[in-house]
C-alpha cells in the first residue's frame, strides 16, 4: 500500500448532495504529489478556464499532501485551490493548523465540492463517513462562532475549516479560517467567497486513522535527528512570532509603507513589532501539527478601546500591511482590525492593500463622502473599513473588490498607485529591495505572492547547496535572478504540494531531506531530480491554467510605481526593480515562449496531460 495518502478524497455534489469516494491512480500521485500540485492536475479534469469561479459547476478543493497526519515535522497544512473571483485566475491558499492532518486521520486526503446547495450547509467528515449538515442556524456567524457551534454540537475533537460573513457575502477578498480561535487562513485569492457561493458554511473533521507509513522506523529517527534543530532556530519565532522580522525588515527596506511611497518608518516598526507583542499581548506561542517551532501568536487585550481581543495575533504580514502600509502605528488597534478579519473571514494582506489604496486615493480628492477620516495613519477607518468591505456598506462594496477593479472604477488617474500583480495585493516585500521577489511577484500562478517563490530569502540568508546556492545573492543585482525564482518556484512547489510549512528551511532543512521523507514515507525512490521535477511540473500546470484563462505575457508586469519610483531613504533607497532585464532570461529558462507560455517539447517532457 502506498505509504503517506489515506486512498482516497472525497467528491462532493452540493446540487444533489451526493458524496462518494474517489481514488486516483498512483503515477497520478507521483507526478502531482497533493496539495496544490494535486489540485492543478484535478483543475484539469474539473474547472472550465472561461467559467465565472462561482459558476457551480466550477470546483472548490481541499487538499492535502503525502506527508500531511505523518509524523514529518511542521506537516499540519492543507491548501485550498478554486478559481479565483478576485483575480479570475488560478487560486490558490495554503493554510496552517491541524485541520489538514485531521482531515488525513478522518479517512481521506482531500475534498472537492461542486455543484451548489439550495440552503446553507456543513460537510461533517468523521472517521470514514461523511455527511451534509443544514447550516441555516450558522449562517450570518463568525468563524470562531461557528467553530464554537459545532465543537459543542458534535464533539471538542472535531476541527472546522469554515467562512465569516465575508464569504456568504461574496467578497471576492473573503478567506476560509480554519482551527477556530487560532484561526489560520486559507486567505489569498477570495477562496472564502467562492465557498459562500456553494452555500457552504464549513467543513468539520475528526479521525484517528493514522496513515500508513512505508518506512516508520528510519522516518521517526530521521524526524528526532532534525526536530531539536529546528527548534532551536525557530525559538525567535517560538518567542516573537513572525512580526520579530518588522524592525529589521524595515532597516533594509524590505517593508514597504505608506501604500509604498513611503522611505524609512523606524519607529513606527518599533511599535508594532514581534517584540512589542509579545510584550504587551501575548499569552502564549500556537503551533501547527507536528510543528517545534510555534510561530503562531495567542493574544489577549485585556484593557482600553480594544479590550475584549482574544485569540489569534497577527503575524509580519498583518502588522507590515495594516500598520506600515497606512502608517497606523496602534498596535492594539491592528490586533482589534486582524481579529475582525479572523472573525468575518476576510484575508488580512489583501485588506491591508486596499485600505492603503484608499487612503492615497482620498489624498488626491477621492472618497471624500464617505463619512471616513482616512488620512494616514488613522486606526479608526481601518476598523470601520473591515466592517464596511465585510457588510458591503458604501465605500466598503467597492473597496472589497479588491485595487484593480477599485481602481478602475474610480478612475485611471488612481492606477498610479493602484498596488497589485494580476489583480493581487502585493504581500509586504519590496521588490526595489530584493530583486528576484519582483520577478516572483510577476510570475508568480495567483498574482503577487512572495511565498511562491521565496526566493527573497537566499538574497539575504538562506543557502540551498544541493540546488547550487551555496551563498546568497547580491539583493540589488539581477544577475543569477532567473534561474534563482525558476528553481526556488519549483522548490515552493514542492512544499505546497507536500503540505509542509516553508519555516523548515530556517530550521536548517534541505532539498535531501525533503527527498528522504518523502520516499520514507510513501515508499518510493524519487531522486532529486525528480522530485524537482515535480515541481517544476506542477508549476507549470498551473500556468497553463492560466493561459487558458488568457495571462500572458502582458499580465507578468509589476505595479508602475516598484518600476519607476525609488525609495527616497533607507537602504534601499535608489533602486527599483530591474523586471526587464530579468523576465526574458526567466522565460527562457522555463521553457517557455515570448508570450510566456509553456512550449510543447516542455510540456512532453513534464509528462503533462495537457501537453
Ligand atoms: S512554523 Fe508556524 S506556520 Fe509553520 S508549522 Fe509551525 S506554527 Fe505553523
Request: aromatic fraction near 8%; hydrophobic fraction near 35%.
Amino acid at each position: 500500500m502506498l505509504g503517506g495518502y489515506a486512498g482516497k478524497l472525497l467528491k462532493v455534489d452540493l446540487s444533489s448532495g451526493c458524496i462518494e469516494p474517489m481514488e486516483l491512480p498512483e503515477d497520478v500521485l507521483r507526478r502531482y504529489l497533493g496539495g496544490c500540485g494535486l489540485g492543478a492536475y484535478l483543475f484539469g479534469k474539473f474547472a472550465s478556464p472561461k467559467d465565472d469561479p462561482y459558476a457551480p459547476h466550477m470546483p472548490l478543493m481541499f487538499l492535502t499532501g503525502p506527508l500531511t497526519g505523518t509524523p514529518v515535522l511542521c506537516s499540519g497544512r492543507h491548501s485550498v485551490v478554486a478559481k479565483s473571483p478576485l483575480t479570475g485566475i488560478w487560486g490558490e491558499a495554503s493554510s496552517g493548523g491541524k485541520w489538514g492532518s485531521t482531515l488525513k486521520h478522518a479517512g481521506f486526503d482531500g475534498v472537492i465540492f461542486i455543484g451548489r446547495s439550495e440552503e446553507p450547509v456543513y460537510l461533517l467528515i468523521d472517521n470514514g463517513s461523511a455527511k451534509l449538515v443544514d447550516a441555516s442556524q450558522l449562517w450570518g456567524l463568525g468563524t470562531y462562532e461557528t467553530s464554537d457551534y459545532i465543537t459543542k454540537r458534535h464533539g471538542k475533537d472535531f476541527v472546522t475549516s469554515c467562512i465569516g460573513p465575508a464569504g456568504e457575502n461574496l467578497v471576492p477578498l473573503a478567506c476560509i479560517i480554519s482551527d477556530g480561535r487560532e484561526a489560520r487562513a486559507a486567505g489569498r485569492g477570495g477562496l472564502g467567497a467562492v465557498m459562500g457561493s456553494k452555500m457552504l458554511k464549513a467543513v468539520a473533521v475528526r479521525g484517528n486513522i493514522a496513515p500508513p507509513i512505508s518506512h516508520p522506523e528510519e522516518l521517526r529517527e530521521s524526524v528526532r535527528e532534525l526536530a531539536r534543530m529546528v527548534a532551536r532556530d525557530g525559538s525567535g519565532l517560538r518567542e516573537y512570532g513572525t512580526s520579530s522580522g518588522t524592525v529589521p525588515l524595515e532597516a533594509s527596506g524590505d517593508m514597504p509603507s505608506k501604500n509604498w511611497k513611503g522611505g524609512r518608518w523606524q519607529e513606527g516598526a518599533k511599535a508594532i513589532s514581534g517584540m512589542e507583542l509579545s510584550r504587551l499581548f501575548l499569552k502564549k506561542p500556537t503551533f501547527c501539527a507536528r510543528c517545534v517551532i510555534g510561530c503562531g501568536r495567542d493574544i489577549e487585550i485585556t484593557e482600553g478601546p480594544y479590550a475584549g481581543v482574544s485569540g489569534a495575533g497577527p503575524e509580519y504580514e498583518g502588522v507590515a500591511l495594516l500598520g506600515a502600509l497606512s502608517e497606523v502605528d496602534d498596535l492594539a488597534a491592528i490586533c482589534k482590525a486582524n481579529d475582525l478579519c479572523n472573525q468575518y473571514g476576510i484575508d488580512v494582506m489583501s485588506v491591508g492593500g486596499v485600505i492603503a489604496f484608499a487612503r492615497e486615493a482620498y489624498e488626491h480628492g477621492y472618497l471624500q463622502d464617505s463619512g471616513l477620516d482616512l488620512s494616514w495613519g488613522n486606526a479608526d477607518s481601518m476598523i470601520e473599513l473591515i466592517e464596511m468591505i465585510t457588510f458591503k456598506k458604501g465605500i466598503g462594496e467597492l473597496l472589497g473588490k479588491g485595487v484593480k477593479v477599485a481602481s478602475k472604477e474610480l478612475g485611471e488617474e488612481t492606477e498610479e498607485f493602484a498596488i497589485h500583480v494580476k489583480g493581487m495585493e502585493l504581500p509586504a516585500h519590496d521588490p526595489r529591495a530584493y530583486q528576484s521577489v519582483g520577478l516572483g511577484y510577476a510570475t508568480s500562478n495567483r498574482g503577487a505572492c512572495h511565498l511562491q517563490a521565496w526566493s527573497g530569502i537566499f538574497e539575504n540568508r538562506a543557502t540551498m547547496p544541493s540546488l547550487g546556492y551555496e551563498q546568497p545573492l547580491d539583493r540589488f543585482s539581477a544577475e543569477g535572478k532567473a534561474k534563482l525564482v525558476f528553481d526556488m518556484q519549483n522548490l515552493m512547489s514542492m512544499f505546497d504540494s507536500l503540505s509542509l510549512c516553508k519555516y523548515l528551511i530556517f530550521g536548517g532543512v534541505k532539498v535531501p531531506t525533503l527527498v528522504r521523507w518523502t520516499n520514507l514515507v510513501t515508499g518510493w525512490s524519487l531522486d532529486q531530480d525528480e522530485f524537482m521535477e515535480i515541481g517544476e511540473r506542477t508549476f507549470n500546470a498551473k500556468r497553463l491554467f492560466n493561459v487558458q484563462c488568457g495571462i500572458s505575457s502582458e499580465d507578468d508586469i509589476l505595479p508602475k510605481r516598484i518600476l519607476t519610483q525609488p525609495k527616497e531613504s533607507g537602504e534601499a533607497a535608489g533602486h527599483l526593480s530591474q523586471l526587464d532585464k530579468m523576465l526574458p532570461e526567466y522565460y527562457s529558462v522555463r521553457g517557455w515562449d515570448d508570450a510566456g507560455r509553456p512550449k510543447p517539447d516542455l510540456l512532453h517532457k513534464l509528462r503533462m496531460e495537457q501537453a
